[in-house]
């Protein structure tokens, strides 16, 4: 008879670790960070690279200080800092991605312990508190100038005009593909971000759960209510952050649930916050927002979609109370 080698649990082995996941999503980001160099030129490459190494250098810096280990390496640094890059408008002056950079890794990741120990999304943290803090440097949006050398014109965004209730020039076709249209550098090219959607969904690196029901809810509220009366669903789902945040934001995995139920739950919920803050609220796009508010409450989520332990003994009510 041949050997048998025992061991202790868990007996599931996987090729994936952090760093290949990390890398896949970063592959995955190539084709919207490409079209945004091509489209905004040197600003947005330079804004990339700043806010990527910024991302780097203080996660470094904190492990360093604080004699932790030094897990630059994993990836997640770099992921953070291209998210929190492809959220700024091209327009943004060099010190915002690094500003940015320091609440995303320290205050939003960090201090709660690290990957895998942070309860919100720490580029989308970043963003919000970028926002929230110099709104001006974060909503001047320049038309696609590309490296032609052309002074930056400031125009106003599809969601924008939307949020008017007036319909912008912009073509369906203009959303797709990013031509013509001002927004964050990572968001204009809807095409792009749906590749690298579909790259991740290949790699089983995410689930279709929460990008299918995020957008999918987005575009049932948007046909029914619309914006002052005005309904564009097709051109709500491809203009403005939906394709970023529901691929490569709702689905990040320590700020959102484990369970299937949980996850249709908390891609309804981002969906419907996403629909009332573009139609109700007083900014044009939700997307930020909406999945910080569910990142908060993926733990009650969990809590009520926890899988029931086969064999398990229900609960007394004295084991409750304890």
């Not at 489209?39 to 004699?67: D, H, N, R």
């Not at 125009?155 to 949020?163: C, E, R």
């Not at 957008?215 to 939906?242: C, K, N, S």
């Amino acid at each position: 008879m041949g050997n048998f080698v025992v061991s202790g649990t868990p007996h599931v082995r996987s090729k994936e670790n952090i760093q290949s996941i990390m890398r896949d999503v970063v592959i995955a980001l190539l084709p919207a960070t490409v079209m945004g160099i091509v489209y905004f030129g040197i600003p947005a490459l330079t804004l990339i690279v700043v806010s990527i190494v910024s991302c780097i250098f203080f996660e470094w810096l904190y492990q360093k200080l604080m004699k932790k280990p030094i897990t630059v390496s994993d990836l997640s640094a770099v992921v953070t800092g291209l998210l929190l890059a492809m959220n700024l408008p091209a327009s943004a002056p060099i010190w915002l991605p690094i500003v940015g950079a320091a609440f995303s890794i320290i205050i939003a990741k960090q201090l709660f312990g690290g990957l895998g120990q942070n309860f919100i999304n720490p580029a989308l943290a970043g963003r919000a508190f970028l926002l929230a803090s110099y709104p001006t440097e974060m909503t001047s949006w320049t038309a696609p100038v590309g490296f032609s050398g052309a002074d930056a014109v400031s125009v106003a965004t599809p969601l924008a005009t939307l949020k008017t209730g007036v319909m912008p020039d912009a073509t369906l076709t203009d959303v797709l593909l990013g031509t013509n249209i001002g927004g964050c550098i990572g968001e204009t090219c809807a095409v792009a971000l749906i590749i690298g959607g579909i790259y991740l969904l290949y790699k089983h690196v995410i689930s279709w759960r929460i990008p299918v029901v995020y957008i999918a809810t987005v575009f049932i509220l948007m046909a029914l209510i619309g914006r002052d009366g005005l309904r564009a669903p097709v051109y709500e789902l491809f203009a403005g952050g939906l394709m970023l945040g529901a691929f490569f934001m709702a689905t990040d995995y320590a700020s959102s649930p484990v369970t299937a139920k949980g996850q249709i739950i908390f891609a309804i919920g981002c969906g419907l916050l996403t629909s009332l803050i573009r139609i109700f609220g007083g900014y044009p796009e939700g997307v930020s927002y909406s999945i910080l508010i569910m990142n908060l409450c993926v733990p009650l989520i969990e809590r009520f979609t926890e899988p029931k332990i086969f064999g398990a003994l229900p609960k007394t009510k004295e084991a409750k109370k304890a």
